[in-house]
């Protein structure tokens, strides 16, 4: 049961890569491919109807998280908690922009929102990055289940890292660049004209450099993480989803240049799919293996009434059907081909 439940958190935190995060790409492409006002309208009308509705995925992976593994819920929401408070105004700051920018018609006001909303959507998929490279990384736990991080220490991946180290830092600008190349295919694909040909040429530089990225985030992992090189060697099927990942972005490419501008997002989003199945496979069964410790959650966790805090039987599990059905209300009632849902911007 413990793999089925981590293969379902894992398959709604893809569902919000996926759908939430061609909203952030969109939005930190949106000060460099919006020239004009009435582009920035565009690029904002393009996420209005599905944005917040995106974002249930986030809610719902974690409130699922809570309800079946509580002790790895707990752990690393109190061992991350500054980098989960930066990743909670970015949020905040966001939605704020999106909500606020057509309330005053002023020089001052909209571009202020809009760069709110850029450099907010850009940290935002930099932050999700640098969480997966941690989580790739490992983290170093202590005998009662808890860890302490600081934010940076000397950048190296090896001995007493930081939050910010030179593997998660690559991990969050490959992140950053495969989001922007989502995005930009999204603008692609539902706008026309010159902010079609900004978003596709946008979409090819954050290709180039999404590839050069995720080849050497791979290498660096072999080197950081050892853990990873052997569930590939025991489970030789595994290295289906990078290559199901290169093949992806390979499909991105090529529709690109014949000028199918949907078929390319969707093998956008496939490739982001494979890139996080790749993730979660080099990291299950152990959720955060830490190279030097050698410690994984399972064995930290601590007992509770004789079980694993993270047992599946530790909490009441409706909490997850709940959120699957409040994910489900929200994107049956935002369609994306409606753009009445929300107010002019």
Avoid at 45 to 52: A, F, L, N, Q
Wanted: aromatic share 12%; glycine share 10%.
């Amino acid at each position: 049961m413990e793999t089925l439940w981590f293969v379902l958190v894992a398959g709604m935190l893809a569902a919000y890569v996926v759908l939430d995060g061609f909203d952030l790409g969109a939005g930190a492409l949106h000060l460099w491919i919006a020239r004009s006002d009435d582009d920035r309208r565009r690029v904002f009308r393009s996420i209005g109807p599905v944005w917040d509705g995106n974002e249930v995925w986030l809610v719902a992976a974690a409130g699922t998280l809570f309800a079946v593994f509580p002790g790895l819920y707990s752990t690393a929401f109190s061992g991350f908690y500054l980098p989960l408070m930066m990743l909670l105004w970015s949020l905040i700051g966001r939605a704020c922009a999106i909500e606020f920018r057509g309330l005053v018609d002023g020089p001052p006001w909209r571009p202020f929102w809009d760069a709110i909303f850029s450099v907010s959507s850009a940290l935002l998929a930099l932050f999700l990055g640098i969480a997966l490279g941690n989580v790739v990384r490992g983290v170093p736990l202590g005998a009662d289940g808890t860890f302490f991080t600081p934010l940076w220490t000397d950048f190296l991946p090896r001995g007493v890292t930081g939050i910010l180290d030179g593997y998660t830092i690559v991990v969050g600008f490959a992140a950053l660049a495969s989001l922007a190349m989502h995005g930009g295919l999204w603008i692609a694909h539902k706008t026309d004209g010159d902010l079609r040909s900004r978003a596709r040429r946008a979409s090819i530089f954050a290709w180039g450099c999404a590839g050069a990225l995720v080849v050497l985030a791979g290498i660096l992992t072999a080197v950081v993480q050892p853990h990873a090189v052997h569930r590939f060697r025991a489970a030789p099927l595994g290295a289906l989803f990078p290559l199901a990942a290169a093949g992806a972005l390979a499909g991105v490419a090529a529709f690109l240049r014949r000028d199918r501008d949907r078929a390319a997002f969707l093998c956008s989003c496939a490739f982001l799919v494979s890139m996080l199945a790749t993730a979660a496979f080099s990291v299950w069964p152990s959720a955060s293996v830490n190279p030097t410790a050698g410690i994984t959650i399972e064995a930290s966790w601590p007992v509770i009434e004789g079980r694993p805090s993270g047992s599946l039987f530790t909490t009441t599990t409706p909490t997850a059907p709940a959120c699957w059905a409040r994910a489900a209300f929200a994107a049956n009632v935002h369609d994306p081909r409606s753009l009445t849902t929300i107010a002019p911007v």
